[in-house]
């Protein structure tokens, strides 16, 4: 007895599993206790029987905690508990509020682009999303107000995942609305979205855009080759779709041909990833540079006049209109 109790206290990290924040989203309670851990052991900090929802998910992310801990005999119902509560999320007939609805599908997609961004060679993980994409992109193609709803959510800790969620909410409505929704794979666009930024490190971004010293010039040209980097993770997984890929390198890029990392033309680039760049640049200042979605769109269209499609931009500035964002 005493021999089992020492070994389990030895051992204590085994008997823990780290889950991600994301995916505790919404007013279904959790049937199982978690966990932080501080200085190698692990503290109680939700306990069973709560929800994530309004005020209280708003106070859980600024904390920027990305991953919690359970026991590892609760993996069975903090599984059944993600499915039960994206499929209620899902269901169109379900009595919650389309915002509530909506925390829980944004908090789900941003824990699977965290997790495949930090596995990118894990061929399950990809197929995983793929699949979990699909049925995102049908409902925000189904459901326009729960696109609306979940930009509404603000990204309050500057998450990168986050903002690979708006960029794919933003660029399925501006295909849908600029008659690129037939034949095109929207759904591989919006996976494309959701991960474009692996390979993003914010320090770089927030220090190349500062005061042009030595150090920014470095930390410039790590950032402008993000795109680059990016896809040298995915290199030799034969898995990944063509248009992912496109994605992650091409995003930067504008059609006057002076983005980064390459500089392309219009013509070079695929149409869809020209709406993924578009509002790439949109999200961007609304999530890094702390931006109102007027600001970021003003900007966009005076500052940075040309480098878009004017199609593109009218698409989302109506969206935003119809949002009630600006
Ligand atoms: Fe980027
Ligand atoms: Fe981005």
Redesign the pocket.
């Known amino acids: 007895m005493h021999m089992a109790n020492n070994e389990k206290t030895s051992d204590v990290a085994a008997e823990y599993t780290a889950i991600r924040v994301a995916s505790l989203r919404g007013d279904l309670k959790i049937p199982f206790d978690a966990f932080v851990r501080v200085a190698g052991k692990h503290i109680l900090y939700c306990r069973q029987g709560d929800s994530f929802e309004g005020k209280r998910l708003t106070r859980l992310k600024t904390k920027k905690l990305k991953k919690m801990y359970i026991r590892r005999d609760d993996v069975v119902p903090y599984t059944q508990y993600l499915e039960e509560s994206i499929d209620a999320a899902y269901d169109r007939n379900s009595k919650k509020a389309i915002g509530l609805r909506a925390e829980v599908i944004q908090g789900f997609q941003q824990a699977l682009a965290e997790k495949y961004m930090e596995d990118p060679l894990d061929e399950f993980i990809y197929t995983h999303t793929r699949s979990s994409i699909q049925r995102f992109t049908e409902f925000l193609q189904g459901e326009p107000e729960g696109a609306a709803a979940i930009l509404q959510l603000t990204n309050v800790d500057q998450s990168i995942s986050h903002h690979g969620v708006n960029v794919a909410v933003l660029s399925v409505a501006v295909a849908q609305t600029t008659d690129m929704r037939d034949g095109n794979p929207l759904h591989l666009m919006a996976l494309g979205s959701l991960i474009?930024?692996i390979d993003?490190d914010l320090s770089h971004f927030y220090e190349s855009i500062a005061a042009s010293d030595t150090m920014s010039d470095e930390a410039r040209a790590i950032y402008r080759n993000?795109?680059t980097q990016g896809a040298h993770r995915l290199q030799g997984s034969k898995f990944v779709d063509q248009m992912v890929i496109n994605i992650i390198t091409q995003?930067?890029e504008n059609i006057k041909g002076t983005g980064f990392p390459k500089g392309l033309q219009e013509r070079e680039m695929d149409p869809l990833v020209i709406v993924v760049a578009t509002v790439?640049a949109f999200d961007?200042l609304l999530a890094f540079e702390q931006m109102s979605p007027k600001e970021a769109f003003k900007t966009l269209f005076f500052d940075k006049v040309g480098l878009y499609p004017l199609g593109h931009l009218q698409a989302l500035q109506n969206l935003l209109k119809t949002y009630k964002m600006v």
């Open positions: 474009h930024d993003l993000h795109p995003h930067e790439n961007r």
